[in-house]
């Protein structure tokens, strides 16, 4: 028995260092000796796994549960082998067996939480995203699932103290940082932290597009259509920047109709989804701001589709827009509307995201020296079933 240990023990090494041949080979002469080792099935199922060998992997981490069903790690990774073969219900049972028997295995209960929202099951994730927090207050990818939930329930308060908690435990966390601030009322920066809206879209690249086309995404459609009645497309000989060009929503609306299409964003993951499309002729990570100022007189269009609802003084996307822009060029952006009867021209909203009072936003453009073209209310997307309702907004740069 102790040989058998021993070759267990040299063939998780193996494991662990990527070799996995030699790993195969370990827990298979383990299997030889006794077939119904435990631990061995389960790490061979693991292996099987990086094999893409998932169906292989399922039934011998299963066999290995069935032999010790007392190990919360097996039953863990046995949900996640069912999780990513799409058998929820069992992968559901597989967390909740792993929880139940490790009640401070916060990455286990952490899974059940996620699938259980995945599953549109509301209430039960956040009790069981409450029970990691209360497990371990330091896990703090279950603090943005939590607030997320509260936050389409219509929990506000119980929002803004999620987010107060998690900035507790992480104070130098800059989402708990921003939306602590955005949903308890601080004094609202000038704009959004870059470190917040790196680590935010970084995290939601993968999902980005789908997640948009379920909430009827329409700034890109907008902005386009508005476009056509004031510059002429005909010729393929406008140089266009996608400032805040995420994915490539907007761009793919634009190639068409430009000689060059530049995008810049902060996010690299984002960008790289836009690299995928092959439709920009140059993509840049950085602030647009910055990145707008360093091209004087070089763009005869610039669209910014939801992407200035990212800050809260317009004054320096404005001017920085209007460097880079040729003379007579156009700007072309979406913002949201600041609700009626807010006591200020420009609003941090619980959603960490600004609005804008249509008066400022003409104020400001004129300042900057923009000739307003058209300013148009839009409903720019659904979220927690309602429309967002916005400003489509021109201006065009003196000739």
Not at 113 to 139: C, E, H, K, Q, W
Not at 307 to 330: H, N, S
Not at 372 to 383: F, P, S, W, Y
Request: hydrophobic share 40%.
């Amino acid at each position: 028995m102790s040989d058998s240990r021993e070759t267990l023990q040299i063939a998780m090494d193996a494991h662990r260092a990527g070799r996995l041949d030699d790993a195969e080979a370990g827990y298979l002469l383990c299997l030889a000796a006794q077939p119904t080792d435990p631990d061995a099935l389960h790490f061979l199922g693991l292996l099987r796994l990086h094999q893409n060998r998932p169906d292989e992997a399922i039934e011998l981490v299963t066999r290995s549960v069935t032999v010790l069903p007392t190990n919360p790690h097996a039953w863990n990774n046995l949900g996640n082998l069912l999780l990513n073969a799409g058998r929820d219900d069992e992968a559901i049972a597989a967390y909740e067996r792993a929880a139940n028997l490790a009640p401070d295995m916060v990455q286990a209960i952490y899974n059940l939480g996620v699938i259980l929202r995945r599953r549109r099951r509301v209430d039960d994730a956040i009790t069981t995203f409450m029970r990691v927090i209360a497990a371990n207050p330091s896990y703090t990818p279950a603090y943005e699932n939590l607030a997320s939930l509260l936050y389409r329930m219509g929990r506000t308060d119980d929002v803004a103290t999620v987010y107060r908690r998690w900035l507790e435990v992480d104070p130098d966390n800059p989402i708990a940082r921003h939306m602590a601030v955005a949903t308890s009322g601080g004094e609202a920066p000038d704009r959004a932290d870059a470190e917040y809206l790196t680590s935010t879209y970084d995290e939601f690249a993968d999902s980005f597009d789908f997640s948009l086309k379920r909430l009827d995404y329409a700034a890109p459609q907008l902005i386009a259509s508005a476009l056509g009645e004031h510059v002429d497309f005909g010729r393929r000989s406008l140089d266009i920047l996608d400032a805040g060009c995420g994915t490539g929503l907007c761009g793919l609306l634009l190639r068409s109709t430009a000689r060059t299409l530049v995008g810049v964003d902060l996010s690299r993951a984002m960008l790289e989804k836009a690299r995928q499309r092959e439709i920009y002729d140059e993509l840049v990570q950085g602030d647009l701001c910055e990145f707008m100022r360093s091209r004087p007189l070089t763009f005869n269009v610039i669209v910014s589709g939801d992407t200035l609802i990212y800050f809260g003084a317009l004054d320096e996307p404005f001017t920085a827009a209007l460097d880079a822009l040729r003379p007579g060029g156009v700007l072309a952006f979406t913002l949201e509307v600041a609700p009626p009867g807010s006591p200020e021209d420009r609003v941090l909203l619980d959603n960490g995201r600004f609005a804008h009072a249509r008066s400022y936003v003409e104020e400001r453009l004129a300042t900057a020296g923009f000739d307003t073209t058209q300013i148009e209310n839009a409903v720019l997307r659904k979220e927690v079933g309602r429309n967002v309702d916005g400003l489509l907004v021109l201006a065009r740069a003196p000739a």
